[in-house]
């Protein structure tokens, strides 16, 4: 099974924006942000900076709305 950890909205946001996914916020509105990478598709992230992020939730962002693949995906969490 492909378990991924829980994480804060904070540590999530951190990942996405460093290297290699290198993602920068375009747009903020609320809590809801905009996000955008040279390399990978934008994405929408509802950012709370309290609120626990289950495994599936991380999954979700990384691999569905990111687009990488599972291996690639745990490589860039750790």
Known sequence: MHRFPTMKSKKLLAILMRKPLSYFIV????SHKT???????TIHFSFHESRELSG???RDVIVNQV?????FARRVIK
Do not use: A, K, Q, W
């Open 56 to 58: 599936s939730e991380v």
């Open 27 to 30: 747009r903020s509105v609320g």
């Open 67 to 71: 687009g990488l693949n599972i291996e």
């Open 35 to 41: 996000l955008s990478s040279t390399h990978y598709r």
